[in-house]
């Protein structure tokens, strides 16, 4: 054992080595180039790959980005002996005419490929990227807006930032938000009016109550008006946390046997959580003795699934157990720990019981379950109206003999 975790570490260590000897390898000078759009459309450059080793290799050269399109290599691939010290990366630039204000970048990509001949010896591949940045030109009036929320316990605090980058001041600017509530209305908030001097920042704010919302996202659309013109962007309000509840768990199970069980969960949050599972802790006198996993599930916003699944009891002798359960969704999201005590039974007992106390096991506090307790209700009703309807019957058939 000793010597495989040996083995192990001395792998990584090279592993790690080669992957430093990788990065600095190769470089780059320099690291980026910036082009003001308002001195030119059309631009030649170049930068230089650098063979800090002194070994032959070969990298492949590619564009990618969002002004990909308007960037063209001189070449695609450059080959490097042992004695190149640096090659020469040459390229063009050939800008649309109405290039976006603002920052937009593209990069051209340096790729090589190690020992790709030699599959048997580790080989990784080395990736830099060489920045081409474009400064657009603003119009005498452009504004960039953010949005944030700060939830302030009973209150949400609906924020938007505003930078003035055009040439010229702004007279009037205010920021209108909209938004669903729980019910499906639209909530309205505005913003106090003001001015916004050049390159100045502001922070405009508007609050609404926090219970007009439950738990789940919320689309938010800003839109800000600054003196005759208007910017709408939208962001996703987070109201509280995303929360599956367990709300029905069978309570008796029959000892050194295989049971089915029965489990409910319901979703508080209002849209759909995908990947959801239960993972099972049984303890027995303080001990783990036992684990397993439900199924996984995806459950609608504010709906509630079931899972129907076989619990191992086999081994498990009569008497009360604590299960500790943490309910998993999403692939990244765990809820805090609940235990419930579970009792196995002999058969005899676990029939005595089953018929009606086989129960809920919700907020680790035996409350009824909400669905079960639905489904007697409808029984009894449907009893009470089929006694009624044969009794009514039975009282006219006397009445006409």
């Given at each position: 054992m000793?010597n495989?975790n040996?083995?192990?570490?001395?792998?990584?260590?090279?592993i790690?080595?080669l992957?430093?000897?990788?990065?600095?390898?190769i470089?780059i000078?320099p690291?980026k180039?910036?082009?003001?759009?308002e001195e030119g459309?059309?631009?030649?450059d170049?930068?230089w790959?650098?063979?800090n080793?002194?070994r032959?290799f070969?990298v492949d050269?590619s564009v990618e980005g969002?002004?990909?399109?308007?960037?063209?290599?001189?070449k695609?691939?450059?080959?490097?002996r042992?004695?190149?010290?640096?090659?020469?990366?040459?390229?063009?630039v050939?800008?649309?005419?109405n290039?976006?204000?603002?920052?937009?970048?593209?990069?051209?990509?340096?790729?090589?490929k190690l020992?790709?001949?030699?599959?048997?010896?580790?080989s990784?591949?080395?990736?830099?990227?060489?920045?081409i940045?474009?400064e657009g030109?603003?119009?005498?009036?452009?504004?960039k807006?953010?949005l944030?929320?700060h939830d302030q316990g009973?209150k949400?605090?609906?924020?938007?930032?505003v930078?003035?980058?055009?040439?010229?001041s702004?007279?009037?600017v205010?920021t209108t938000?909209?938004?669903?509530?729980?019910?499906k209305?639209?909530q309205t908030l505005?913003?106090?009016?003001t001015?916004l001097?050049k390159?100045?920042?502001?922070?405009l704010?508007?609050?609404?109550?926090?219970?007009?919302f439950?738990?789940?996202?919320f689309?938010v659309?800003a839109?800000t008006?600054y003196?005759?013109?208007?910017?709408?962007?939208?962001k996703?309000l987070m109201?509280g946390s995303?929360?599956?509840?367990?709300t029905?768990?069978?309570?008796?199970f029959v000892?050194n046997?295989?049971?089915?069980?029965?489990?409910?969960?319901?979703?508080?949050?209002?849209q759909q959580?995908e990947?959801v599972y239960?993972?099972?802790e049984?303890?027995?006198?303080?001990q783990?003795i036992?684990?397993?996993?439900?199924k996984s599930v995806?459950?609608e916003?504010?709906?509630?699934?079931?899972i129907?699944?076989?619990?191992?009891?086999?081994?498990?002798?009569?008497?009360?157990?604590?299960?500790?359960?943490?309910?998993n969704f999403w692939n990244?999201y765990k809820?805090e720990?609940?235990?419930?005590?579970?009792e196995?039974l002999?058969?005899n007992d676990?029939e005595?019981?089953?018929g009606?106390?086989?129960?809920?096991?919700g907020k680790a506090?035996?409350?009824?379950s909400f669905?079960?307790t639905i489904l007697?209700?409808i029984?009894?009703?449907?009893?009470?109206v089929i006694g009624?309807i044969?009794s009514?019957?039975?009282?006219?058939k006397?009445?006409?003999e």
């Open positions: 000793k495989n040996l083995q192990k570490v001395v792998i990584w260590m090279f790690l080595l992957t430093f000897q990788l990065v600095t390898a470089g000078r690291a180039t910036t082009l003001i759009s459309l059309v631009y030649s170049s930068f790959i650098v063979n080793e002194g032959g070969k050269l969002e002004l990909a399109e308007y960037v063209t290599l001189k695609n691939t450059l080959i490097f042992d004695d190149d010290d640096a090659k020469e990366v040459e390229f063009e050939n800008l649309p005419e290039v976006p204000p603002g920052t937009s970048t593209a990069n051209i990509v340096i790729e090589e020992n790709e001949n030699e599959p048997e010896i580790i990784s591949k080395l990736i830099l990227k060489h920045k940045i474009v030109p603003y119009p005498d009036k452009y504004i807006v953010k944030n929320f009973d949400i605090l609906f924020v938007s930032e930078e003035n980058l055009g040439k010229l702004i007279d009037s205010k938000f909209y938004v669903n509530d729980k019910e209305t639209e505005t913003t106090a009016e001015s001097g390159k100045e920042n502001k922070l704010e508007a609050e609404i109550e926090r219970d007009v439950e738990l789940g996202e689309e659309s839109v008006k003196d005759d013109q208007t910017l709408e962007i939208v996703k109201v995303p929360k599956i509840e367990i029905y768990f069978d309570k008796y000892a046997k295989i049971n089915q069980y029965v489990m409910e969960l319901f979703n508080k949050w209002n959580v990947n239960v993972d099972v049984v303890n027995k006198d303080g783990k036992d684990e397993f996993r439900t995806d459950i916003g504010e709906v509630m699934k079931r129907s699944d076989y619990f191992d009891a086999r081994g498990k002798n009569e008497g009360k157990y604590v299960f500790k359960m943490i309910v990244s809820m720990s609940q235990e419930y005590e579970i196995l002999n058969e676990f005595d019981i089953s009606n106390t086989n129960a809920i096991v506090t035996g409350e009824g669905s079960s007697w209700v029984i009894v009703t449907l009893i009470l009624g044969v009514y019957k039975y009282m006219k006397d009445e006409l």
